[in-house]
C-alpha cells in the first residue's frame, strides 16, 4: 500500500508545463523522443545519453531536469517511466572512447548510438542543449530542454540513474577511489586521491589535471615526472593478483632493510613483488634496475615480514614489468 500511495503521488492528474510542451511537439511532428546525456564533466566513467518515447498519455507534475531532482526520487521516478515508454535505449561512450576522440564525438557518438534502436519509431527527436551535427535523424534542439519537455526530461533521468549506477559498479572494482560518493566528478576528495593513487583504468586521461600530469598520448597510467611514478603501476599489479585469485597481503610494506612493493598469497606461497614500470616498454632497462644489491635488501625485508607474522610457509621473490600494454611477472630471485 505505501508503494502504491507513492507511485500515485508521481502520477497526479495536475497536467504539467512539460507535458503540455510535449503535446504541442506531438501535434506539428508526430511522434517525438527525449534525448538526453549524463556526465560530460566528471574525470572518470562514461558518458550516458538516453533516447526516450513515452506513451502519449504520460504525465508526470514532478518529473523534470533530473539535476533538480535528488538521487531518491530519480530513483523512483525511473521505473515509473521505464513502464510508460512506447521505447527506450541508452548510448554509452567509455573513458577511453572520450580519451581518443574527445568530447564532441562522444557527444554525438553517444547521441546516435541512442537514436539508432528507435529513429524508426520516431518522426522527431528532441534534445537537450546545443545543436549537434551529423546525427542522421531528424532533431530540434533545446536550451534547457530538460525543464521544458517531459520526453527530455524522462530521458535525464534515466541517463543519470544509469551513470550513477555504472559508478557505484566501478566503486566495487575500485574502491579506493570513492566512486560511490562523487560518481567521478573531480571533488576535493577525488582529486586529493588522484594526487595520492594515481588513476585508474576508467579515469579519463585526456582531462585536466590527470592531461597535465600523464602521457594521454599513450592514454596510459604513467606519470609525466617522477613523484609518485610507480603507483598507478602498483595498483595495477594488485588488482593483477586479485584477479587471477592471488590475495593482497600489504602494499608498499616497510621494514629496516627496505620496501617491498607488493606481498601476495595463492594457495600455500607468499609472492614478494618488486613492481617496475616502463614508458618504452624496454623490459630489459626496466629489469636492470633490480641488480644484486636490490634483491638483497628485498630478501632481508621479507624475512623480516616472515618473522613479524611468524610465517614459515613456502615464499618465492618476482617482479611485475608493467607497460602501457600489458603486465608480465618475471621470477628474480
Not at 9 to 38: M, P
Amino acid at each position: 500500500m505505501l508503494q502504491e500511495s507513492r507511485n500515485a503521488e508521481f502520477t497526479k492528474s495536475k497536467v504539467s508545463e512539460l507535458y503540455l510542451f510535449d503535446q504541442r511537439y506531438r501535434s506539428e511532428y508526430g511522434v517525438i523522443a527525449g534525448l538526453d546525456e549524463a556526465g560530460r564533466g566528471p574525470l572518470a566513467g562514461p558518458l550516458v545519453a538516453c533516447a526516450v518515447i513515452l506513451l502519449p498519455d504520460f504525465n508526470s507534475e514532478i518529473l523534470t531536469d533530473s539535476k533538480k531532482l535528488t538521487d531518491k526520487t530519480r530513483r523512483l521516478l525511473k521505473p515509473l517511466i521505464e513502464n510508460s515508454t512506447e521505447a527506450c535505449s541508452l548510448g554509452i561512450v567509455t573513458a577511453s572512447e572520450i580519451d581518443q576522440n574527445r568530447m564532441a564525438w562522444a557527444v554525438r557518438t553517444s547521441f546516435r548510438r541512442a537514436m539508432a534502436p528507435i529513429s524508426n519509431k520516431t518522426d522527431v527527436f528532441l534534445v537537450d542543449g546545443n545543436s549537434v551535427a551529423n546525427l542522421e535523424s531528424p532533431s530540434r534542439f533545446l536550451i534547457k530542454g530538460d525543464s521544458k519537455s517531459l520526453s527530455i526530461a524522462a530521458a535525464s533521468v534515466i541517463a543519470k540513474v544509469t551513470r550513477d549506477d555504472i559508478m557505484l559498479e566501478a566503486h566495487c572494482e575500485y574502491p579506493e577511489y570513492g566512486f560511490h560518493r562523487h560518481k567521478g566528478y573531480g571533488t576535493a576528495e577525488h582529486i586529493a586521491i588522484l594526487n595520492k593513487l594515481g588513476p585508474c583504468p576508467i579515469h579519463r586521461m585526456s582531462f585536466a589535471p590527470l592531461s597535465r600530469m600523464y602521457q594521454t598520448g599513450q592514454m596510459s597510467l604513467f606519470p609525466l615526472d617522477n613523484p609518485n611514478s610507480g603507483k598507478a603501476a602498483e595498483i595495477r599489479a594488485a588488482r593483477y593478483y586479485e584477479n587471477i585469485g592471488f590475495k593482497v597481503l600489504n602494499r608498499n610494506w616497510r621494514s629496516s632493510s627496505g620496501e617491498i612493493d607488493l606481498i601476495v598469497q595463492n594457495d600455500s606461497t607468499v609472492f614478494f613483488v618488486e613492481v617496475k614500470s616502463t614508458l618504452t616498454n624496454d623490459e630489459k632497462l626496466a629489469l636492470e634496475k633490480i641488480d644484486n644489491a636490490k634483491l638483497k635488501r628485498i630478501r632481508n625485508a621479507a624475512e623480516e615480514w616472515m618473522t613479524s607474522n611468524d610465517y614459515q610457509g613456502e615464499c618465492s621473490i618476482e617482479a611485475v614489468l608493467v607497460t602501457s600494454k600489458n603486465l608480465k611477472r618475471i621470477p628474480v630471485g
